[in-house]
């Protein structure tokens, strides 16, 4: 399975519950919830090349499966962690630098989708992308 390709956002599930739980204002959550996110994602072996832009920024973020790495959310959320592949999911374990609290995130292709799944201090949301 590969998660190579371009991504646009499509569709948000439970997402601004999700924002308001990470403590993002109302007028940043109503942005963000229309934020046209496009995610460009080339792996190569174990190594990862993503480029996020949206209404917001553009960022190209390079990781390595299994080492830690730093990441600022477009809040401005500081984040440390690191992604890792179990089996066709990617997921991600982050800890906030402000208050220490642990932000997940999984992605697996479903069909042709990119679902990207969050959990944060006990609420959950889905981010769903169709190839672009």
Avoid: C, P
């Avoid at 809040?75 to 220490?100: C, H, M, P």
């Amino acid at each position: 399975m590969t998660f190579n390709g371009t991504w646009k956002v499509d569709r948000n599930e439970n997402y601004d519950k999700f924002m308001e739980q990470m403590g993002i204002n109302l007028v940043k959550r109503k942005l963000a919830s229309h934020d046209n996110l496009k995610i460009i994602i080339e792996q190569t072996g174990d190594k990862f090349h993503v480029k996020e832009s949206s209404a917001f920024r553009t960022i190209e973020i390079d990781f390595t499966l299994g080492v830690s790495f730093e990441y600022s959310l477009a809040d401005g959320t500081e984040l440390v962690g690191s992604w890792i592949l179990e089996g066709d999911v990617l997921k991600g374990k982050f800890n906030r630098k402000d208050n220490g609290k642990e932000l997940t995130t999984t992605r697996i292709i479903s069909g042709d989708e990119l679902v990207q799944n969050y959990s944060y201090d006990g609420v959950n949301a889905k981010r769903i992308f169709k190839r672009a």
